[in-house]
């Protein structure tokens, strides 16, 4: 990755330098490279994530990704300046410190959701202090929990113009908007068209249940730190339903007056309104892409 500052850090024991990283990759022949800058000293990480300083509309709460530890004395993760929300991904950042050769960055993330937001009385219950279980082992979510992951899906991934950190926004949603936008540029069958969007209409309803899940029923403090995201994504998946049923209406040779208005109001609010950012890489991919290729 990108080692933007180095810093000496010194301990009674030990002295090590600490390298400050603020992109997603660091192949352990960086850090090789980098610890002969030093004449071999012991090199700390300072990772920043879930942190979101340059680029505070948009919340970080996917998990750490796996980073080549061994030999690293010291592993620092920076938070973002909401307390309750960072709590997710520094969860993972646990779970990666304590075995980095069995990290599994979903499994401690699903993990680290259910642990916090896994009772409906309890929403920001502690962290267990046992060891990271298998994938398999991973209770099955409430329904709070289950809200709150595929909120936190479509908010991992941070970038500007010198910083790409975290994995994409909501993989398998943006695979399954990829499946549709390829039926639909390759000529397919109208019903395969008419299935995956049938598919995607399916998963944007389930998005807009979990934002009111979620408004509804997180703690007041939480609720605070997350409300224009939250917001904007039940926009984005509403917008997305009105998309879609506007596809569907040209698969059938009419048109629907009434989703196309929708549409068109949904993109000027989401448009006019730059105080959230949420699903870059998979909603915000959607409406872009229907409002193309209907031609808005």
Known sequence: GNARQ????????????LLVVVDGVVPPERLAAAARLYDGSPLGLWWNYP????????????PMEPLPLTGV?????????????SKIALATGADLVRDPAHYDAETAWQRAIQNQYGTADRPIARASKAPARPSSDVAAPSDLAAAMQTFA?????????WADIGRDDAPELRHAIGNLFAAMDQGAPSSVTASRIHDLDARCAAIVAATQTLAQRLDAATLEECRPQLHR???????????????AAQQRGTDAPAARAHFRALRTELAEDPSAKISDDA???LVEGMAERMGE
Request: hydrophobic share 40%; glycine share 4%.
């Open 6 to 17: 180095r810093q000496r850090l010194h301990r009674p024991e030990r002295e090590f330098w």
């Open 51 to 62: 942190v979101n300083d340059y680029e505070e509309p948009k919340l970080a709460l996917g």
């Open 73 to 85: 004395p010291a592993m620092f993760f920076n938070p973002m300046k909401y307390e309750r929300l």
């Open 153 to 161: 899906d479509h908010s991992t991934h941070l970038e500007n113009h």
């Open 233 to 247: 994504l039940e926009t984005l998946a509403t917008a997305s339903r009105s998309g879609l049923a506007l596809l």
């Open 283 to 285: 909603l915000c991919v």
